[in-house]
């Protein structure tokens, strides 16, 4: 049997994009701890050895920070969903704020970058109306160990809505199904099962319950499956294939960001692009802008030309890949150009190529909504290659007890 490594002791001065903190081995090798908090000084053992940096467990914390609490959930740290609940929330956000500037200073290439302090949205705990669960062998289902595919059966996850809670324990631990999505918003509880290996057993029930396709749509079983929220004055429907944000404070919180970034837009062209269901078209076509939505899902693009008409609002809805279309209409010279550009991409980020094309169009203001911070920072240093200058960056705190940051940064062409 392999004999552990030998434990060191480390005082940990920074955080990490993945919400680990930061010390130096006495070698000098940066080295990246999970469940500690800068400041501390820790008993940790190596378990990821590389040439410029290691990865350790925590075994002690020696000397704790006073913003250190006992996890409020009796889950952690076995479960691998959320990272930070031995950190009290206020010194959550301070950490997540520091991130942002980092990445945007050491990837994004830019020297004292104007981000502002991470806003709360809501609360801190029963916040998600929707979660996707693993089934482990016995049927019970939970979420992933951390750097694991091993699953920690859970009853009660504390960051699920009560009502998403509630679905929860409702489908039960017995469906047969290799995974369970549960999707409680403000209107619709839908169930949605990921096929196993053996038969299903469609929960009895209340909710709506849908099958997972291979090629990721779904199909009713019960019900229609549509679901609706209410998000800053406007109501979205939409189905059990659509992404919708899972945090309603959060999604205000977006729609308030970006409308302050992009200014007055009463007559201005303005391209909502990876539009989903319509979340920043409806208010930006309410605010007087002429807006074009690209999404390349389509029954995302079928629900924001149905939300648009039920809210009154005008909006050209296009089903397309947005690299393709932007690619396209930025060789085109007959096309109009956009005024004002809205970018809400996947957790990818844009990329150089999408970069460039949208600096070859010439918006006067880019809205970036960013789900990574480091894919915001790459492609930060791509458009300010290309011209554009990072004017603000507002951190969100969508995702509290998680190292997750939403945020909402505006380039302004040079």
């Not at 039960?172 to 038969?199: I, W």
């Not at 406007?234 to 205000?252: I, K, L, M």
């Not at 920043?280 to 079928?302: F, I």
Request: aromatic content about 6%.
């Amino acid at each position: 049997m392999k004999e552990k490594e030998p434990t060191v002791e480390v005082d940990l001065h920074g955080i990490a994009h993945g919400g680990e903190a930061v010390g130096r081995l006495p070698d000098g090798r940066a080295v990246f701890v999970g469940r500690a908090i800068p400041g501390e000084r820790v008993r940790i053992r190596v378990v990821e050895d590389k040439k410029r940096w290691a990865r350790a467990e925590l075994v002690e914390v020696v000397t704790p920070s006073p913003d250190r609490v006992e996890p409020p959930c009796p889950y952690v740290p076995e479960c691998g969903g959320c990272d930070l609940q031995h950190v009290v929330p206020a010194r959550q956000r301070v950490m997540k704020t520091r991130v942002v500037r980092e990445q945007l200073e050491r990837l994004g290439g830019i020297e004292a970058p104007p981000v502002d302090e991470i806003r709360a949205v809501g609360p801190d705990v029963r916040y998600r109306e929707s979660a996707r669960f693993h089934a482990a062998d016995d049927g019970r289902l939970g979420f992933h160990a951390a750097g694991s595919h091993e699953v920690v059966p859970i009853a009660d996850c504390l960051i699920l809505h009560e009502l998403s809670q509630l679905l929860r324990e409702e489908v039960g631990d017995r469906t047969g199904a290799s995974e369970v999505t549960v999707r409680a918003p403000y209107s619709g509880r839908v169930a949605v099962l990921h096929p196993g290996p053996g038969p299903l057993d469609i929960p009895e029930g209340s909710f709506d319950v849908a099958l997972a396709q291979p090629d990721g749509s779904v199909a009713p079983l019960r019900g229609d499956g549509v679901m609706s929220s209410i998000i800053a004055g406007f109501t979205y429907r939409y189905d059990a294939s659509c992404f919708f944000q899972v945090n309603p404070g959060g999604a205000e919180a977006i729609v308030e960001e970006v409308l302050t970034a992009v200014g007055a837009v009463g007559g201005r062209h303005v391209w909502d692009l990876y539009a989903g269901v319509g979340l920043l078209s409806l208010p930006l076509a309410a605010g007087g802008a002429v807006v074009t939505a690209v999404e390349g899902h389509a029954p995302a693009t079928a629900w924001a030309r149905r939300n648009a008409g039920e809210a009154g609002v005008d909006v050209e809805v296009v089903t397309a890949p947005v690299e393709r279309f932007v690619g396209e209409v930025s060789r085109d010279p007959g096309v109009r150009r956009p005024d004002v550009v809205v970018l809400d991409p996947p957790r990818r980020g844009a990329g150089a190529d999408l970069a460039a094309d949208l600096a070859a169009l010439g918006p006067e203001v880019i809205a970036y909504v960013a789900c990574d911070v480091a894919a915001l920072a790459r492609d930060t240093r791509a458009l300010t290659r290309s011209g554009y200058r990072l004017t603000r960056a507002v951190p969100l705190d969508l995702f509290p007890m998680t190292h997750h940051i939403e945020v909402v940064a505006r380039f302004v062409r040079s």
